[in-house]
């Protein structure tokens, strides 16, 4: 007697379930940013899986503690902001037209940063992985401006072309723009055009000396 052939139940294809993970670990990751722009210094698990509607243990099964889950969602944050920066800046433009993009550049990501910069520095403090992804922030920073005011660095002599650029990289550093923002109470427009005013003063009084 022949048997039937047995009745297969249907698989999970392994790019299905790494699909169902990859979409619970994103919405574990997108609930944290969002508490963190929130103001949450540090969002705690149970807020966390509430928002991403799952449980407090998935939220273990994704991530082996809050630090790990954390630093995930900085470098989400700070990777956003630099997949748009690879563009080479125009360098036979005029500097103030130049000057204009820098500034709009780093104050757009700068913003997105400033409602959880907090979070961020604290982050920094209780992780070398989030500090060292921080770095890499102010090292873009200061390369995109060497890019981006070649031309005006070059014609400086060596110790003055790495003052003017340091103080170009401090004065458009994350710090800068939170002050000017938080502390001075400036509009988002107004922060910018103090940013053009002292980029523009750094590089005439590179020009005097």
């Given at each position: 007697m022949e048997l039937e052939p047995?009745?297969?139940l249907p698989q999970v294809q392994p790019a299905a379930?790494?699909?169902?993970?990859?979409?619970?670990?994103e919405a574990i990751v997108s609930s944290t940013l969002t508490?963190?722009?929130?103001?949450?210094?540090?969002?705690?698990?149970r807020d966390i899986a509430k928002l991403a509607g799952v449980s407090a243990r998935t939220v273990f099964q994704h991530f082996a503690d809050t630090a790990e889950l954390y630093v995930a969602v900085l470098g989400r944050v700070l990777g956003t902001g630099r997949n748009g920066d690879v563009v080479e800046p125009d360098v036979r433009k005029p500097l103030d037209e130049r000057?204009?993009?820098v500034v709009s550049k780093r104050s757009g990501r700068y913003e997105m940063l400033r409602p959880m910069w907090t979070f961020v520095q604290a982050l920094c403090r209780r992780s070398k992985e989030a500090a060292g992804k921080t770095t890499e922030l102010y090292t873009d920073n200061r390369e995109e401006i060497a890019r981006s005011f070649g031309h005006e660095l070059t014609a400086l002599s060596g110790e003055k072309r790495e003052h003017?650029?340091?103080?170009?990289?401090?004065v458009l550093a994350p710090e800068s723009w939170i002050v000017l923002r938080e502390r001075l109470g400036l509009t988002a427009d107004q922060a910018r055009d103090e940013w053009r005013f002292i980029v523009k003063a750094i590089f005439k009084d590179g020009t005097e000396h």
């Amino acid at each position: 007697m022949e048997l039937e052939p047995s009745v297969q139940l249907p698989q999970v294809q392994p790019a299905a379930r790494g699909d169902r993970v990859a979409r619970t670990r994103e919405a574990i990751v997108s609930s944290t940013l969002t508490l963190a722009m929130e103001g949450e210094v540090a969002p705690i698990v149970r807020d966390i899986a509430k928002l991403a509607g799952v449980s407090a243990r998935t939220v273990f099964q994704h991530f082996a503690d809050t630090a790990e889950l954390y630093v995930a969602v900085l470098g989400r944050v700070l990777g956003t902001g630099r997949n748009g920066d690879v563009v080479e800046p125009d360098v036979r433009k005029p500097l103030d037209e130049r000057i204009s993009t820098v500034v709009s550049k780093r104050s757009g990501r700068y913003e997105m940063l400033r409602p959880m910069w907090t979070f961020v520095q604290a982050l920094c403090r209780r992780s070398k992985e989030a500090a060292g992804k921080t770095t890499e922030l102010y090292t873009d920073n200061r390369e995109e401006i060497a890019r981006s005011f070649g031309h005006e660095l070059t014609a400086l002599s060596g110790e003055k072309r790495e003052h003017t650029l340091n103080a170009l990289a401090m004065v458009l550093a994350p710090e800068s723009w939170i002050v000017l923002r938080e502390r001075l109470g400036l509009t988002a427009d107004q922060a910018r055009d103090e940013w053009r005013f002292i980029v523009k003063a750094i590089f005439k009084d590179g020009t005097e000396h």
